[in-house]
């Protein structure tokens, strides 16, 4: 699903299926562009909305399940549904998270571990037998309303330097943010679709799509 020359787009819907079935067809076709069912979207429609987005788009959805606890039966729930790649969160416990990355090698899915809320994301890794196949930088929703909050890219080097693994940028991205993100060493940025006047930073879903996914590629490029 992922090659480590590539940088990648990905998308992340939250509302509904209605919302993601009239949008997702706007999305160009491309091998640099993953498709997320983002945790509020999993939580309105469970397993079928996975299912719904994983028809349209096989062998490029991430379920962001931010899985706390009970690792293998997520994990398998969410392959089975067509996920190509599952999210943990990195404050659970050690036991899960290696759960969580034997149980994704096990079945073929890409393990991605949200360091959301984690100050330092490599005392996560280094409690880990296997690191995961992404490290996810993560400045939450709630974490936008506070001025000066950043991504903290600085986690990046320190990660890339003992572990082979991608890191993904979350939070609030734009086109400009999603510069600094490749250039700080991202190899995803994760963009949200959004409705317009929800107030949210990503990409409006009333605006040309593909125009817009084209400019995001060209930057991370």
Do not use: W
């Not at 939250?14 to 640099?32: K, L, W």
């Not at 990195?90 to 899915?109: K, M, N, Q, Y």
């Not at 330097?161 to 991608?166: E, F, H, Q, W």
């Amino acid at each position: 699903m992922l090659e480590r020359k590539l940088r990648y787009l990905q998308l992340a819907f939250n509302y509904d299926i209605a919302h993601a079935v009239t949008t997702i067809g706007r999305i160009p076709q491309s091998d640099r562009i993953l498709i997320e069912a983002g945790t509020p979207f999993i939580k309105r429609e469970g397993l079928r909305g996975i299912e719904r987005l994983a028809y349209y788009r096989p062998g490029r959805v991430v379920a962001d399940y931010k899985v706390a606890d009970g690792a293998a039966s997520e994990v398998a729930m969410a392959a089975s549904a067509g996920a190509s790649a599952v999210t943990a969160l990195g404050s659970s416990p050690r036991e899960t998270l290696l759960i969580f990355v034997d149980e994704c090698a096990r079945l073929g899915v890409v393990s991605m571990i949200d360091m959301l809320g984690v100050e330092e994301p490599m005392r996560v890794l280094r409690g880990l037998r296997r690191s995961p196949d992404c490290v996810i930088i993560h400045k939450g929703r709630d974490e936008e309303r506070t001025r000066g909050k950043l991504i903290q890219y600085k986690h990046i080097n320190k990660i890339k330097s003992k572990y082979d693994v991608l890191i993904s940028a979350a939070g609030g991205i734009d086109l400009r943010e999603s510069r600094s993100a490749i250039f700080n060493g991202a190899d995803i940025v994760v963009v949200n679709l959004v409705e317009s006047g929800a107030g949210l930073t990503g990409i409006d879903t009333a605006s040309d799509i593909g125009t817009v996914c084209k400019q995001f590629l060209d930057t991370i490029s």
